[in-house]
């Protein structure tokens, strides 16, 4: 089993869909939780971090289920600049620094 | 901002070359990384350092090494290259202390070709 796992999509929608990407890890200790968008040909930036509240930031709000080992984000109102892979970062529980990610979803909003 | 700057953005080299990829970071901080990135095969950890001179294997550490002479800089080296190196590679950089949201910044890769 991957220690971080999404569905590689791609999601196609239109403009202003509300769309939704989920991710599961596989480490109960986990303690730090992060989305990262990645262009074609760029390199990972960070979107946000997740919060065991959840938060919001602007369009974005993350999700983390601590039982279900469950992290999510939804994009509301999708723009054609949100196309991207959104990558689902867990950090190491063994405090080195290290992060494990996912493969990405593929996000393409189309006009 | 954070910075994080790398080398070169698109090299070419050939089967047996030696290679560098240096990278440099402006904010302070103790750990660095070097990932590289292949479709279907996401970000993988070759090597990482959480201080000066020092250094640890990360997923797939074989054909590479690596150098950290200075808090700012972080080398990979390819011995010796061969063409299943060609791939995308990423240096990031973060703090080292384990605040929850402290994470990593990425320079914009370096995508390396070996004939």
């Known amino acids: 089993r991957k220690e971080v796992e999404q569905d590689p999509g791609p999601f196609n929608v239109p403009e202003g869909a509300t769309v939704a990407f989920n991710c599961t890890y596989s480490?109960?200790?986990?303690?730090?939780f992060f989305w990262y968008r990645q262009d074609c040909r760029k390199e990972p930036k960070l979107l946000m971090s997740v919060y065991s509240s959840g938060n919001e930031d602007g369009r974005f709000t993350a999700q983390l289920n601590r039982a279900s080992q469950y992290i999510s984000l939804l994009i509301r109102d999708s723009k054609l600049s949100d196309s991207a892979t959104y990558l689902c970062v867990v950090k190491d529980p063994s405090n080195t620094g290290k992060l494990i990610f996912g493969q990405g979803t593929t996000l393409q909003v189309k006009p | 901002d954070v910075k994080v700057t790398q080398s070169s953005r698109y090299l070419v080299k050939r089967t047996g070359e030696k290679v560098f990829l240096e990278c440099v970071q402006d904010?302070?901080?103790?750990?660095m990384f070097w990932y590289r990135q292949d479709p279907g095969l996401g970000l993988r950890l070759i090597y990482f350092s959480y201080d000066v001179k020092m250094k640890e294997k990360g997923d797939i550490p074989e054909g590479y090494s690596v150098s950290r002479e200075k808090k700012e800089r972080f080398s990979l080296i390819l011995e010796s290259a061969s063409t299943n190196q060609t791939s995308m590679y990423l240096c990031?950089?973060?703090?080292?202390?384990?605040?929850?949201?402290?994470?990593?910044?990425f320079g914009p890769g370096t995508r390396l070709t070996v004939l």
């Open positions: 990031a950089s973060s703090f080292r202390l384990a605040v929850s949201t402290d994470t990593q910044y």
């Open positions: 480490n109960s200790a986990s303690q730090s």
């Open positions: 904010m302070d901080h103790e750990n």
